[in-house]
Structure formats: structure tokens, C-alpha cells
């Protein structure tokens, strides 16, 4: 059974919880991440439906739902930030396939003549590449895409003063992004497979990211290069 948006008070954990959910009705699908607004007035979550709806805790109604123009040609959402006002989604990498005939080298005899075997060929065709969406939570308007990575996006983070935000992608970077300009400032290397998670310090100076080239954490100073002080798992 997909999971439905659950909150579970901090001080009640384990004795009580609100349920969010849509019309008994209508299909229900995976949710892939949620989120509190800064006055924890209101919970943001992903769907696999590629849709993003804002619930109103007191009423557990939906107050926004949040699409984009082009919803038929974006990738499943996997991460979410609500920031102030705006709502950033992660989304992941769509791929067509194409099926295509070919010719094959051999040749098969017929009774008359012969002809060449012909055979399909599954090729996955890029559309889109992974890309942060942002909507404005109160208008529902979506506004400029962060583009630069070039496969899921799996983690989005922000920095504790809220000017940046870190995206961690399966193609095997971590990316730095300036609010205020909408542009990537950084792009973070060194890991060798997908990475799966991103944070901030404290100070905002520094971030850490998971992979699963089997390094647990690797280290950069936010702004400045420097070497890898990443751990194996263990």
C-alpha cells in the first residue's frame, strides 16, 4: 500500500499522529519527501506523480497543488526544500525508450531469394536531465528552473542562512547554488558513483556528502577546492 504524508508530533511520537491524505477515491501514490514550512503552519510533500501539494496542519487539507506546465515530460520528484515562501523539488532524469529496427548482418534463405534479418534495437533516449523546479507556496506559480546536472537528483540541502542551496545528483556530483542568482557557483567532484545525500555545516562554510562508491562522507570547503577527506563504510 503506498505510504500517505504522516506527522507525528515530537513529544508524542509513538501515542499520536495526522494522517494527510486525499480523497479515499482517488489513486493514491508514493510519497518521496516532505517538508515543514518555517512557521510549521503548513507540511510540503512530493508525490511520484510528479505533483507536490502543501497541506494545512490545523485543517490537514490541501492549500496548493503544485505542477509544473510541463509535467508530462519531467522525471519522477525525489527531494524537497520548503524555503520562506519558495518550494524546490528535485527531480530525476526521464528517459525514453525507443525501440528501432536494424539490419543484421546475417542472412537467412528463402525458397526464392534471400533477404536480410532484421531485428529491434531498445535504445534509452535522454528528454530531460535532472533539474531543481521551484514554485512559489502561495501563488502556486512555477518559477525558474536550476539547471546543471545531468542525472537524478537524490538530496537538497540549504545553508543555515538560507542564500544557498546543495544538490547531491546520481551523476556523481554535488552542486552549490546561489538563491539570489539561480546559478551553480560550485561544482563538487571526487566521488566515483552516485551521490545519495548532501548537508551543510553549521557555519555554512562547509558541506558533506554521502555516495555509493562506498565512501562514506567527503568534505569541501563551500567556494574554495580542496582535497577529499572522505571515510569508506565500514
Known amino acids: 500500500r503506498p505510504p500517505r504524508s504522516t506527522l507525528f508530533p ?35 510533500a512530493d ?59 546475417a542472412k537467412e534463405k528463402t525458397k526464392d531469394k534471400e533477404k536480410d534479418k532484421t531485428k529491434e534495437k531498445v535504445k534509452e533516449q535522454p528528454i530531460r536531465e535532472g533539474e531543481i523546479k521551484v514554485w512559489d507556496a502561495k ?16 538530496s537538497l540541502a540549504i545553508s543555515k542562512d538560507g542564500k544557498f542551496i546543495a544538490s547531491a545528483s546520481k551523476d556523481a556530483t554535488a552542486k552549490i547554488w546561489d538563491l539570489a542568482t539561480g546559478k551553480d557557483i560550485q561544482t563538487i567532484k571526487g566521488h566515483t558513483d552516485d551521490v545519495t545525500s548532501v548537508s551543510f555545516s553549521p557555519d555554512g562554510k562547509r558541506v558533506v556528502t554521502t555516495s555509493t562508491d562506498k565512501t562514506r562522507s567527503e568534505e569541501r570547503r563551500v567556494g574554495k577546492e580542496c582535497r577529499s577527506r572522505g571515510a569508506p563504510y565500514h
Open 47 to 105: 508525490y511520484r506523480n510528479r505533483l507536490a501539494i502543501i497541506w494545512d496542519i490545523d485543517t490537514k487539507k490541501s492549500t496548493q497543488t503544485l505542477k509544473s506546465p510541463e509535467i508530462k515530460g519531467l522525471g519522477e520528484f525525489k527531494s524537497l526544500l520548503y524555503v520562506k515562501d519558495q518550494i524546490y523539488v528535485g527531480t530525476s532524469k526521464l528517459i525514453k525508450v525507443v525501440k528501432a529496427k536494424e539490419k543484421d548482418k
Open 139 to 154: 501563488t502556486g506559480k512555477p518559477g525558474k528552473s536550476l539547471i546543471g546536472h545531468t542525472d537524478n537528483i537524490e
Open 10 to 44: 515530537y513529544t508524542t511520537l509513538f501515542r499520536s499522529q495526522q494522517e494527510f491524505k486525499a480523497d479515499e477515491k482517488e489513486k493514491a501514490y508514493w510519497v518521496t519527501a516532505v517538508a515543514f514550512a518555517a512557521d510549521g503552519k503548513t507540511v510540503a
